[in-house]
């Protein structure tokens, strides 16, 4: 009940297509949804984040889509970019009560020019 | 200005040897944890502090000890390394823990500390 399942593990997508990576949880008491990006030799950075009360949030070419009922959110990026290639990790935590900060396993982004 | 600054960067040992990686934080969070990252790039939660306080303490060998000197540090120390240490760790920080205010709860990584054990 505490993981937070993230796929694919890798993707590989042309340069101006779309990335699409989900991720599923399973407890309810999650209320914030992060997502970090990593590059090589560096640490995760937050890139995005959402409560479950809103449907989706955009930032420039990054979106969550959240969908509460179904307890996934996915993270998409418009005009893919090589300089977007990176692992990207989605993460579930609860913000009152016990604290539980989970992250997803990861998912290895490549972007072909 | 480094936010979160670990030391060293990269470190190769032998078995059975002590090692510890020091990281200080200059964001005035008051939360600090461990992370470890293995090879396939799993991120798994070691240690958090809270206001120099050890809140979470996930299933670790106790060859592992994190020490907090004060908020703005969290160092660990590792005996007995073992072969199946080697991964980077990774420290962070965050406002706090547990906040309504959710970007309290952001965490902010360093560059990650790559360990070797020969």
């Known amino acids: 009940q505490q993981q937070v399942k993230q796929s694919p593990q890798s993707l590989i997508v042309q340069k101006g297509g779309i990335s699409i990576i989900n991720c599923a949880y399973e407890?309810?008491?999650?209320?914030?949804f992060p997502w970090y990006q990593q590059f090589p030799g560096k640490g995760p950075a937050l890139l995005i984040a959402?409560?479950?009360?809103?449907s989706e949030k955009k930032e420039g070419r990054f979106t969550i889509s959240f969908n509460k009922s179904a307890k996934q959110f996915s993270l998409h990026i418009m005009d893919s970019q090589p300089g977007d290639s990176a692992t990207y990790f989605c993460?579930?935590?609860?913000?009152?009560?016990?604290?539980?900060?989970?992250f997803g396993t990861g998912t290895r982004l490549k972007v072909l020019a | 200005d480094t936010a979160v600054s670990q030391t060293p960067k990269y470190l190769v040992t032998q078995m059975g040897n002590d090692k510890s990686i020091k990281c200080e934080q200059n964001?005035?969070?008051?939360?600090m944890y461990w992370y470890k990252q293995d090879s396939k790039k799993f991120l798994k939660i070691m240690f958090s502090?809270?206001?120099?306080?050890?809140?979470i303490n996930e299933t670790v060998p106790n060859r592992f000890s994190p020490k907090s000197p004060d908020k703005a540090h969290l160092n660990l120390h590792i005996n007995s390394l073992e072969l199946g240490d080697s991964a980077v760790y990774f420290c962070?920080?965050?406002?706090?823990?547990?906040?309504?205010?959710?970007?309290?709860?952001?965490?902010?990584f360093g560059a990650g500390t790559r360990l070797s054990v020969l």
């Open positions: 993460a579930a935590l609860t913000t009152s009560g016990t604290y539980k900060y989970i």
């Open positions: 959402i409560r479950p009360d809103v």
């Open positions: 964001l005035g969070h008051d939360t």
């Open positions: 502090y809270n206001n120099k306080e050890l809140i």
């Open positions: 962070a920080s965050s406002q706090g823990m547990g906040e309504a205010s959710s970007y309290k709860n952001i965490q902010y």
């Open positions: 407890n309810t008491a999650f209320d914030y």
